[in-house]
C-alpha cells in the first residue's frame, strides 16, 4: 500500500517518480480500484475517466455535505462555486459566468498580462554581467497570474497579496494525501477566512452596483438569464472559486513548463529558435504533468465502473494523470514529446460540463510568461540543490518554488 501524504513529503523527483508509479501500478492492476483509504474509489483508466466525466447524474459534483452545518458563509460561499454543483444549478451559473467572463474579456487581458510580466522580470536584481538567481514561480509565475486574476476582479492593487494567500489557504483545506473529504476541523478553520474574505468582496460589489466599472465584477453583476441575475453572495462564490481554480494551476503550470524544458535541452533549443512553438510545449505539459492531477465525483447512485461494483455516496478520484499515460491512448506516453498526434485529447482541463471555464485563460498566460522569459534570459537552468518545493497536496503536481540561474540576453537591452 502506498502512503499517498508520505510520498508528497519526498524530494521532488523522488515524489514524482513515486507517484508515476503509483499510477502505473494502479493502471496495470485495471482500470478502477477501491482505495485503500475508506469509501474512496479510484479510477486509472482514460475510458473510465471519459465515462465518470461525462456522466453527472451518476457522479455528482456536489460535495457540500462536508461542510458542518453552523458553518452558513461556507455553504452560502460555496452556492456561487459552481464547480461543486450539479445541474440544473450549475448550468445556470455557469452561463451566467460565460456571459460576463466573454472571450472579448480574456483577450483584452493580453496587454495586462505582458506588461505585468515585464514589470516583474525587471524587478530581478542581475549582477553587472547579466547574470543572477530568481525564484522563478515564487518570483514570478505566481504574483503573474495572482495579479491577473485580481486585475480580472477589478481589486484594488493594494489587495493583490491578499489573493495569494487566499487561494493558498483554500486549497490547504485537506491534508496532504487525503482523496476522501475534507476534514471537519479544517473546514472551520476556513470558515474564518471564508467570513473575513466575503466582507471584504460583499464591500467592492456594493460599490461595482453602485457605479459599475470595466471589470468582472460589474459585468457578473449585470449579467442575466431567464430575467434572473446573481446575488451578491453568489458573485462572492464564483470570485472564490476563480481564486482557488484560477491561480495556483496556472503558476504551477509556467514553473512545470520550464523544468520540462530543462531537462529536455533538445525541446528547449527547438523552442527558442521557434517561439511559436509555445503553445504546443504547454499542452504537452499539461498531459505529461498535468498541475492538477485528479478529478473528483461522488456517486448518486450505485454503478459499474471498469468491472467494479460502486456504492452510493463513495467518492470517486479520478486520476487525470493516470489518465494521459493511459497506452491504448498515448503512444510512448511516459516520453515529453511536444509534436505528438493527438496532443488536444489530454483531460488537463476536465471534460464534459465542468470543463475548465479558464483554459483559453490559462494558456495565454503560460504562452505570454514563458515567451517573456525566453526572451528576457538566454540561459535560465534550474538549480536542483537550492530549495525546489512541490505543491503540498496530493492533487496537485508541480513546483511553488522554483530557483534557477539566468543569464540576460543581449538584445534583451
Ligand atoms: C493550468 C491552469 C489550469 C488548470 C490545469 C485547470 C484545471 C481545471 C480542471 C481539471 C477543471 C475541472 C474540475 C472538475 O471537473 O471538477 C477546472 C474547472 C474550472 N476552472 Fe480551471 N484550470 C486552470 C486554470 C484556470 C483559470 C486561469 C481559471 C479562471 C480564471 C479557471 C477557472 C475554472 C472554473 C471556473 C472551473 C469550473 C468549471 C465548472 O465547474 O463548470 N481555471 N479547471
Given at each position: ?30 482500470p478502477v ?10 479510477v486509472f483508466g482514460y475510458d473510465e475517466a471519459l465515462q465518470v ?252 465502473l471498469g ?107
Open positions: 500500500m502506498t502512503d499517498l501524504a508520505a510520498l508528497t513529503s519526498l524530494p521532488h523527483d523522488q515524489r514524482t517518480k513515486a507517484f508515476l508509479d503509483y499510477l502505473d501500478r494502479g493502471r496495470a492492476a485495471g480500484a477501491r482505495s485503500s483509504q475508506p469509501g474512496v474509489w479510484e466525466l461525462g456522466d453527472h447524474r451518476t457522479f455528482s459534483s456536489d460535495m457540500n455535505d462536508m461542510i458542518p452545518e453552523d458553518e452558513r458563509e461556507l455553504a452560502s460561499a460555496a452556492q456561487g462555486n459552481f464547480l461543486g454543483i450539479d445541474p440544473p444549478r450549475h448550468t445556470r451559473m455557469r452561463e451566467l459566468v460565460r456571459r460576463a467572463f466573454t472571450p472579448h474579456v480574456i483577450a483584452g487581458l493580453e496587454p495586462v498580462i505582458a506588461e505585468t510580466a515585464e514589470e516583474l522580470l525587471d524587478g530581478i536584481e542581475l549582477s553587472a554581467d547579466g547574470t543572477g538567481t530568481f525564484d522563478v514561480v515564487a518570483d514570478y509565475a505566481a504574483p503573474l497570474t495572482a495579479r491577473v486574476i485580481a486585475k480580472l476582479f477589478g481589486i484594488p492593487e493594494k489587495d493583490h497579496g491578499m489573493f495569494t494567500v487566499w487561494a493558498d489557504a483554500l486549497l490547504g483545506a485537506r491534508p496532504a494525501g487525503e482523496l476522501g473529504r475534507a476534514e471537519e476541523s479544517a473546514v472551520r478553520e476556513l470558515g474564518e477566512l471564508v467570513r473575513f474574505a466575503s466582507a471584504y468582496l460583499l464591500d467592492i460589489i456594493h460599490q461595482r452596483r453602485a457605479e459599475p466599472r470595466d471589470d468582472l465584477i460589474s459585468a457578473l453583476a449585470r449579467a442575466e438569464v431567464d430575467g434572473r441575475s446573481l446575488e451578491d453572495h453568489e458573485i462572492v462564490g464564483v470570485i472564490g472559486m476563480f481564486v482557488i481554480a484560477g491561480h495556483l494551476p496556472s503558476s504551477v503550470l509556467v514553473g512545470s513548463t520550464v523544468m520540462s524544458l530543462d531537462s529536455h535541452p533538445d525541446v528547449l533549443d527547438e523552442v527558442r529558435a521557434d517561439l511559436d512553438l509555445l503553445p504546443k510545449v504547454v499542452e504537452e505539459v499539461l498531459r505529461w504533468r498535468s498541475p492538477l492531477v485528479r478529478d473528483q465525483r461522488v456517486t448518486a447512485s450505485g454503478t459499474r468491472g467494479e461494483d460502486i456504492p452510493a455516496g463513495a467518492v470517486v478520484c479520478v486520476w487525470l494523470l493516470s489518465a494521459h499515460r493511459d497506452a491504448a491512448h498515448f503512444e510512448r506516453a511516459e516520453e515529453f514529446d511536444i509534436h505528438r498526434p493527438n496532443q488536444g485529447r489530454h483531460i488537463g482541463f476536465g471534460k464534459g460540463i465542468h470543463f475548465c471555464l479558464g483554459a483559453p485563460l490559462a494558456r495565454m498566460e503560460a504562452r505570454i510568461a514563458l515567451t517573456a522569459l525566453l526572451r528576457r534570459f538566454e540561459r535560465i537552468e534550474v538549480l536542483p540543490d537550492s530549495g525546489i518545493r512541490f505543491h503540498p497536496s496530493i492533487g496537485v503536481l508541480g513546483p511553488v518554488r522554483l530557483p534557477v540561474a539566468v543569464r540576460r540576453a543581449t538584445q534583451a537591452g
